[in-house]
Each structure stands twice: as structure tokens, then as C-alpha cells.
């Protein structure tokens, strides 16, 4: 898994929106400090989200609902502020980037109502996943202001996927290569008593045989030429051994 990460792309794409999400405000946010997030609604997507930038180490979260109180819970669950929406909109409030995914019928950010949020001074990105729009495309047009909505991240999304289907046969070529060898480790793990046994029986044979020609044919040898011989004996037969259990073991998964 880590070298698919580590040697495709796979893992660069992303397609779940509370990651495509992050990526954008990251991108965004880049090399501001201690931005302010501000986040519309209480639903799953604002939760979601919420704890996913502080584990990205954004602290300075602030949750807008027209409703306080609920606003407030997600608060304090995060160590961030709550504003009423109405209190946001009237100002003075000032925003890195602001999302949104109320259940509104219409949209609660316009060019009017906006006149009370300031932009921070590199840009307010505002992002809209609530269906109907929250946020007017007319908002896109102030100056300092990009506003993106869920047909942008679907689309995103959609372009994600199809260059993870690119890196798809990469990551199979790493995955086979990966099972062979753990093919191979549990074929040497189920050979290796058969070997060991196999390998101390020819080990004795030699000893014993080597003993009777020590004492016949080969008794005017020195003690160290003995064990010079006796060295080469254990060696070849620990070669010898060795072979064939080795290959019977890369064949033993056909």
C-alpha cells in the first residue's frame, strides 16, 4: 500500500468531497497565517468538515447558523466561535474563506447582503454545496471574491477518477509483485522444517562416512587436513541440500 502511494498516483486524486473540499481551501489558503474559516449550517457536510481542518491544524473556526444556539454546539465541539447569520451578514466580519450548505429556499448570500463581510486581504473563497444555491453567482463578480459550488467539485471529481483508472495498472504490476513474494516467504516457511530435516540427515550421513575414511583410507591425513575435508563435506552438502528444496519451493503455488 505504501509503495502504490509512494510510486503511482493513485492516492493524488481525490474523489470523496470533504477531500476535494480541503484540497481547494488548502490551495487557497496557502501560506496564510492562522486563516478564518467560516462555516454555514449544521449539517453532516459542515460537521464533516469541521473536524476534518482541525486535524489539518486550522483553529480558527467560526460556525454561522441562522439559529445561535446550534452554531454554538458545533463550537464548542471544536474550540471555534459562533456567530448568528444574521449577526455574520450585518458585520463587520472578515473571512479566508467561507462554506455554506444550509437548507435555504434562496440565496442568503447576495451582492447586497455581503456589503457587511470583508474579504481577508488575499481573497475570500466561498464555497456553496447547498442545493438550491446559497450564494449568489453574482457574488462571484466582487472583487477579491471566488465563489465555486458543488458542479464544481462533481466535475473535479469526475477528471479525479479517471486519472486514478490511469494509475490503475501500475498499482496492479506493485500488488503482484508484492503477493509473489509473500507467495514465496510462506512456500519457505512451509519447506523449512522438510529442508532442516532433510539437510541434518545428510549432514550425519556425511560425518559417519567421513569417520570411516578417517580411519581406512584416509587415516595418514593430519588434523588439520581432516577438518579441511570435513569443512568441504558439510559445505557441499548444505549447497546440495539447499538447491532443490529452493526451487521446489518457488514452483510449490502452480
Known sequence: SKKVRRETPLGEYAV?????LLESIESHLDGRDNPTI???????????LAASLKDRGYSNLMFV?????????????HSGVSRSLASFLAGPSKADVIFT??????????R??????????????????????????????VNNVKVVDIAHFRTQ???????????????????????GRAHMLNAQRSFQPVMASALNEGL??????????FETRLSHLSATDREAVAHFVRQLVQYSNHLPMEALAQQSDI
Open 112 to 141: 447586497e447582503s455581503m456589503k457587511g463581510i470583508s474579504p481577508a486581504n488575499s481573497g475570500l473563497l466561498m464555497i456553496d454545496l447547498a442545493v438550491p444555491r446559497d450564494i449568489d453567482p453574482a457574488v462571484g463578480e
Open 204 to 213: 550425519a550421513y556425511a560425518e559417519s562416512q567421513m569417520r570411516r575414511l
Open 157 to 179: 471529481a469526475e477528471e479525479n477518477r479517471r486519472e486514478r483508472f490511469r494509475a490503475v495498472d501500475a498499482a496492479e504490476r506493485i500488488i503482484d509483485q508484492a503477493i
Open 65 to 77: 447558523n441562522r439559529t445561535e444556539p446550534k452554531a454554538a454546539e458545533l463550537a464548542a465541539q
Open 38 to 48: 467560516a462555516l454555514g449550517g449544521v449539517g453532516p457536510m459542515s460537521v464533516k
Open 101 to 110: 450548505a444550509t437548507g435555504a429556499s434562496e440565496p442568503i448570500f447576495t
Open 16 to 20: 470523496s468531497m470533504v477531500n476535494l
